[in-house]
């Protein structure tokens, strides 16, 4: 079983830099894919960034590129979204994701979420 904690919300100030880390705990495979999504008020939840196990690869949305930057730490089993220039549009619930793929299945994991509010 795998389990995720997310950290690191709250209010923040427009322009503001703060960073979200995850903590993974359980079995961790190296080959987890690793993510962030965020799902604003009345709205549905998008991807924000991911990143593979060597870290080599990242993708982020439109919306965030050059201003957050995905990370991880394979030997703390720990995922970080560093956030900079943050806008009020950025208001929303974080949620880091694991996913695992075996065997061509795939096998999601969700944090509880943590909320980001940027006030203007």
């Known amino acids: 079983q795998v389990q995720l904690v997310e950290s690191g919300g709250g209010l923040v100030q427009a322009g503001g830099s703060p960073r979200l880390p995850c903590a993974a705990s359980g079995r961790i495979f190296s080959s987890d894919l690793m993510a962030w999504y965020r799902q604003a008020p009345g709205k549905q939840g998008d991807l924000v960034a991911s990143?593979?196990?060597?870290?080599?690869?990242?993708n982020y949305a439109d919306s965030v590129k050059g201003r957050f930057t995905i990370s991880r730490n394979n030997a703390k089993n720990t995922v970080y979204l560093q956030m900079n220039s943050l806008k009020p549009e950025d208001t929303a619930v974080y949620y880091c994701?694991?996913?695992?793929?075996?065997?061509?299945?795939?096998?999601?994991?969700w944090g509880q979420g943590t909320q980001v509010t940027v006030s203007s």
């Open positions: 994701n694991l996913l695992r793929t075996i065997c061509a299945t795939h096998r999601a994991y």
């Open positions: 990143i593979t196990s060597s870290g080599g690869v990242t």
